[in-house]
């Protein structure tokens, strides 16, 4: 970050002691010492090299002492704290915790201005929209293209979108993208509910997905917007928060609902589950037959549903569902993948933080990882991963589309509308229309 | 089996029923799922990540038989007949010889179908190249490294290539090693291709050329430097996922042989096997819990329960027999502390020196090893773990690997050998007792 172009930057940056914080956060038993610095965290991290640093030189320099350099370095933006240095470590040291604590300690001021805004957002309206859209208008967007659909989609004009329907089954979260700037992108979503006969709704406070107030390093922030989320689900007596195709939102009500010891009288789900199940029940007929030219197909595994979170268990799911959509010789996994996949670099805030340059380097190896699946569309239940992956496709020359799953599901099932079409490449903008 | 219960605030346990449970995922436990999976045993395996990323790729069964002999092992079957006899509480020394060459045999061709194409087990050691450019006596290489044993054999025109910004390979050092016996042997450095400033690594490089445009661009670069050598060296960073395929193209665009050398770790060899496993093994049906160390093993009258727990939350394994393989010190399976050596999950005895100071020579490179090293845990012919009375802890538990007793792999050359021995025959036991 260049922070000469920062007006405060007369503020500085708090030192903090690494090593002994570090050892308050250790479980018992468990040891930084243990580290034998073997590299295996740097070398299977796509911020490796970035501002001169890499996981092993941060925890090397823990252990030395050298706070001052780690409390000032902008590294801790360029960490998405992914959590695969941990993953691949065989003393499963945990070095993204140590970035969350200097992440926490930089002054308001010196922070990236773009994770700072987004979670003040957030926590200035009842929606808890990182995008700061109030509750009267998501309401208004909801209604407004809930009306235009009934109304130029005649198999639709049954079609709910339900707002503060108490004691629905699932509580649907948004992300704010759709409501704010492509609407119509809520559709396909709405159509699968309504196919799958769903019962559901959104609430008018609490609806919002996304939460930067953790990549800010801001823990009362964070706190502030999953309690506001946690009360809209409880206050509606829904039986299970289910995440839209967000990896983040997920990570950070499930993880902040257990470090914050809140109360949620309900279950959290992810969309991707349902599709898997409803697929399987019957309930969504898709199958790969609109394929017939075999157009190649990958996923990316979000790190925050999948390693940080669910775990193989939703990749597998995900696989079925891609599977079952794009027809099994259509599907090439990339490598690696699962719980060991790399962070496509749009995780952490990085697409929010500015650092453009740093962003795309990151995002490099993602970009071959694509590259080398020869495949033309990927597939991410996850908002961030699907603009970074968009962005360093056209920087690096790709020639990919990014889509989301309700697109393809609701290709599948031919009752993809016109205007629901914005990712689909030329090959398939027009087919089943 | 995976009866998956519903994600929920409420942490209930995740359960999986199963026969076999494998503790540890180094290559004693990798084996063990293998062999396992092979014979149709339902099976689980987890434990965290093992020492597998510090492999060179070799497959070694034996090296040396006594740590004081100064030629290493050519014959390693030979070799074997004369460990039996002097070292009859070697692990290795408990398995006949048709079985070592039938689990060989069995875990190579385990892997090359699997995408990792390795040798067959032969008759006699191979001489193989080390990243210091010393050698060391081998049985099984990955098809990526076998050209070099063939150029090194011949003493082939050869150049060996390193990349700047690539530490823990030096192709200067490997030719100055060597040069006195293999004077057609010359070094050279290139650039990596988009990767010529900073640090780089032999993981990303390895991945980098999974993409037909790097292989193209490394390709023209190494071609500017190969000047009449009829074959090139480069360090292991030949592909990740597709070694073979990446090896084949780079030789098709460079019109001759290409082969790797081992690197320091982490290494791609050891990355490779690694996600191979972690691929496959779910796909074949095995319930994999990567990356997660098991708290506590309860024996029951008819089972035995592993518990253990994830980033989503605890999990239990019900199982009919388990297997020990959870290394030496570095993974956990062996802990040091300053009144001795234990087994922490089961609490087995380890067999040791009287004393902490009889652990280590003075001299780190004493070619007598270290006493510690021959430290373990101690096994019947089935090799289930005995306890201070001599008899078998319980009959549902066997071990394999590193964690046994009376085996020095480090000088012996013999990791893989007793891994595989020990993961085999800890297989047909627990086949014997599901019976």
Not at chain 1, 93 to 114: C, H, M, T, Y
Not at chain 1, 304 to 322: C, H, N, P, T
Not at chain 1, 339 to 351: K, V
Request: with cysteine; aromatic share 8%; proline share 5%.
């Amino acid at each position: 970050m260049n922070q000469k172009e920062n007006p405060m930057s007369e503020v500085t940056i708090p030192t903090i002691n690494f090593k002994a914080r570090a050892m308050e956060l250790l479980p018992e038993g468990a040891s930084f010492e243990a580290c034998l610095t073997c590299g295996l965290c740097s070398s299977g991290c796509p911020a490796s090299g970035l501002e001169n640093m890499d996981p092993r030189k941060f925890i090397r320099m823990a252990m030395l002492g050298m706070d001052k350099e780690l409390s000032t370095t902008p590294w801790v933006w360029l960490c998405t704290q992914c959590k695969r240095c941990q993953h691949v470590c065989p003393m499963n040291i945990d070095i993204s915790q140590l970035v969350f604590l200097a992440r926490g300690n930089w002054p308001e001021e010196k922070k990236p201005a773009g994770i700072v805004r987004s979670c003040q957002l957030a926590r200035a309206t009842d929606s808890t929209s990182a995008m700061g859209l109030p509750p009267q208008d998501f309401v208004f967007v909801v209604e407004d293209v809930l009306a235009e659909v009934q109304e130029t989609q005649p198999a639709f004009k049954d079609m709910v979108a339900p707002m503060d329907r108490a004691g629905a089954y699932f509580f649907v979260n948004q992300n704010s993208r759709e409501p704010m700037s492509e609407p119509d992108e809520m559709v396909p979503l709405w159509k699968i509910f309504h196919l799958v006969g769903a019962d559901w709704t959104y609430s008018s406070k609490g609806w919002a997905a996304e939460n930067f107030c953790m990549f800010s390093g801001d823990e009362a922030a964070w706190y502030e917007v999953v309690k506001k989320r946690v009360d809209a689900v409880n206050a509606l007596g829904c039986k299970v928060w289910l995440n839209t195709e967000c990896g983040h939102s997920y990570y950070t009500m499930w993880n902040g609902i257990q470090r914050f010891g809140l109360e949620a009288n309900f279950q959290l789900e992810n969309l991707v589950t349902c599709y898997a199940r409803w697929i399987r029940e019957g309930k969504l007929p898709v199958n790969a037959n609109w394929n017939s030219t075999g157009i190649k197909f990958t996923v990316q595994d979000p790190c925050q549903i999948i390693r940080k979170a669910y775990g193989d268990s939703l990749a597998e799911d995900m696989r079925f569902v891609v599977r079952s959509l794009v027809g099994d010789e259509n599907f090439i996994d990339m490598q690696p993948n699962r719980s060991a996949n790399y962070c496509c670099g749009g995780g952490g805030g990085f697409l929010q933080a500015g650092m453009t340059e740093h962003r795309r380097a990151y995002g490099k190896r993602k970009f071959d990882q694509i590259q080398a699946t020869g495949a033309t569309y990927v597939l991410t239940p996850c908002h961030n991963c699907h603009s970074q992956m968009e962005d360093i496709g056209h920087h690096y020359g790709g020639n990919y589309q990014v889509v989301h799953f309700w697109t393809l599901i609701c290709l599948s099932l031919g009752i993809l509308g016109e205007n629901e079409r914005t990712y689909l490449g030329p090959d398939l903008a027009s087919l089943g229309l | 089996m995976n009866d998956r219960v519903e994600n929920t605030m409420i942490q209930e346990a995740r359960h999986f029923e199963t026969d076999l449970a494998v503790i540890g995922s180094g290559l004693a436990g990798f084996a063990a799922s293998t062999f396992a999976l092979n014979r149709g045993i339902r099976t689980a395996q987890a434990g965290n990540t093992g020492a597998v990323a510090y492999t060179t790729g070799y497959l070694d069964l034996l090296g040396r038989v006594h740590n004081e002999d100064v030629c290493p092992v050519t014959d390693p079957w030979q070799g074997l007949r004369q460990l039996r006899q002097s070292q009859p509480l070697h692990p290795m020394a408990r398995v006949s010889e048709d079985d070592l060459r039938a689990a060989f045999r069995e875990f190579t061709s385990f892997i090359s179908d699997c995408g990792i194409i390795y040798n067959a087990p032969g008759q006699f050691n191979a001489t193989a190249l080390t990243p210091a450019g010393t050698l060391k006596p081998t049985l099984c290489v990955p098809a990526t490294m076998q050209a070099g044993v063939d150029a090194l054999a011949r003493k082939a025109r050869c150049v060996i290539v390193d990349f700047k910004g690539l530490r823990g390979f030096s192709a200067r050092q490997v030719v100055a090693n060597l040069k006195d016996t293999w004077p057609e042997l010359r070094a050279e450095r290139v650039l990596f291709p988009e990767m010529e400033t900073g640090e780089i690594y032999p993981e990303v490089m390895a991945r980098a050329l999974e993409v037909p445009a790097h292989r193209q661009a490394l390709a023209e670069r190494i071609r500017a430097v190969v000047g009449d050598a009829e074959v090139i060296g480069v360090p292991a960073v030949l592909g990740m996922h597709n070694p073979d395929l990446v090896m084949a193209e780079m030789m098709r665009l460079l019109g001759r042989p290409i082969f790797e050398i081992p690197t320091m770790p982490p290494s791609v060899p050891g990355i490779r096997l690694r996600e191979m496993f972690e691929q496959v093994f779910p796909q074949k049906g095995l319930v994999l819990i990567p990356q997660q160390k098991v708290d506590k093993v309860v024996f029951n009258a008819d089972d035995l329960q592993l518990s253990l727990s994830d980033n989503f939350g605890p999990i239990t394994i019900r199982a009919k027999a388990v297997i020990l393989a959870t290394g030496r010190f570095l993974s956990g399976g062996l802990t040091a502390a300053i009144d001795g050596i234990r087994e922490p999950l089961l609490g087995l005895p380890v067999t040791q020196t009287a004393s902490r100071e009889d652990w280590y020579h003075l001299q780190y490179m004493d070619k007598r090893g270290h006493e510690i090293h021959r430290t373990g845990i101690e096994v019947d012919d089935k090799f289930r773990p005995l306890g201070e009375n001599g008899q078998p802890v319980n009959d549902r538990l066997f071990a394999a690997g590193l964690i046994l007793a009376h085996q020095d792999w480090i000088r012996g050359r013999c990791g893989a050998g007793v891994a595989l021995a020990s993961a085999y025959k800890a297989v047909e036991a627990v086949q014997e007792l599901l019976r």
